[in-house]
């Protein structure tokens, strides 16, 4: 199996998720579990850090920042072409913790319906604290984190399916890779694990939630939690999901009107505020949300792969 990492600007990072990743080769037999680095152009010394400290690693080295959903499908197709069951996906700044992968195999092999699997990520700065435990989606198309903030200690989560899995820290089966496709590309960051989530609900496959596999996570360490650029991102996602999972009338109803809000109510909003970067990534966060809605509405009534997403 195949155990991948995307990294932009995360010399820094590395060290420790790598390191956590690589004592998880006892959950498998010897040698089967590969690790895979996709490098989004850094120029902070990754690559030499990879070189010098991490040679058994595989490097797949991008000439430029293609994000998140487009580096996870190159290594994904990698997988593919070499008969891999499964791939983990980490992000460079989680820390998988002892028996992370040995459970979320466990729960695989004991739950052959579902096809995405996760566990219990808590902040590592706060390690008692949840970050999450799976993805709740409401009505209106929104993703968050379930239990987040919720005190580990009292975290009373049984094992069983979960509406989406987050990419940060996941176990996917390749078989329903093969099946409905790999991340629409079309996302750069945030919403592409909800939207895979989706899509393999609508082909049968389950999400599934195991207490056991536990992961610490670096908050917010790539774009800075609640900063202008998370915020436009995960706007831009949340329109395109929308257009693409919500109801017929509903999602033609929803986009625009979201968009609306964030650029003559947000933005403003935000202007009042002082913060007039956040009220930038507002008014971005609806024009490119409603470009990339747009753009989905040909695989939407077609029911197919996104273009780029194709195994």
Not at 50 to 55: G, I, K, W
Not at 181 to 202: I, Q, T
Not at 243 to 272: C, N, S
Request: glycine share 12%; aromatic share 8%.
């Amino acid at each position: 199996m195949h155990a991948v990492v995307v990294t932009w600007q995360g010399a820094h990072l590395l060290p420790d998720c790598l390191r956590a990743l690589a004592a998880q080769a006892h959950a498998i037999a010897p040698g089967r579990l590969e690790i895979v680095v996709v490098d989004n152009g850094s120029t902070d010394g990754t690559l030499e850090l990879l070189a010098r400290d991490f040679p058994g690693v595989v490097v797949l080295p991008l000439p430029m920042n293609l994000g998140f959903a487009e580096a996870n499908n190159l290594a994904f197709r990698r997988a593919l072409a070499r008969g891999a069951d499964f791939v983990a996906l980490v992000n460079n700044d989680v820390e998988a913790g002892a028996g992370w992968l040995e459970a979320l195999l466990a729960a695989a092999r004991d739950n052959q319906g579902a096809a995405l699997f996760c566990g219990t990520l808590v902040f590592r700065d706060q390690p008692g604290k949840v970050n999450g435990t799976g993805l709740c989606i409401d009505g209106l198309g929104r993703a968050r984190d379930r239990d987040f903030g919720a005190a580990l200690g009292t975290l009373q989560r049984a094992a069983g399916p979960v509406e989406g899995i987050s990419g940060g820290a996941c176990l996917l089966r390749t078989s329903l890779l093969r099946r409905i496709g790999l991340f629409d590309p079309d996302y750069f960051a945030y919403y592409e694990d909800v939207e895979l989530s989706l899509r393999a609900a609508r082909a049968g496959a389950i999400c599934w939630y195991t207490p056991l596999a536990v992961a610490r996570h670096r908050f917010g360490a790539t774009f800075g939690p609640g900063s202008p650029r998370q915020r436009a991102l995960l706007g831009r996602g949340h329109l395109r999901t929308l257009a693409l999972h919500g109801g017929g009338w509903k999602a033609m109803a929803l986009v625009p009107l979201t968009a609306w809000y964030r650029t003559a109510f947000l933005a403003p909003l935000f202007l009042l505020r002082g913060k007039p970067d956040l009220a930038l990534a507002e008014i971005s966060a609806a024009l490119e949300g409603m470009g990339a809605a747009l753009r989905a509405v040909p695989t939407r009534l077609t029911g197919g792969i996104p273009p780029g997403a194709e195994p």
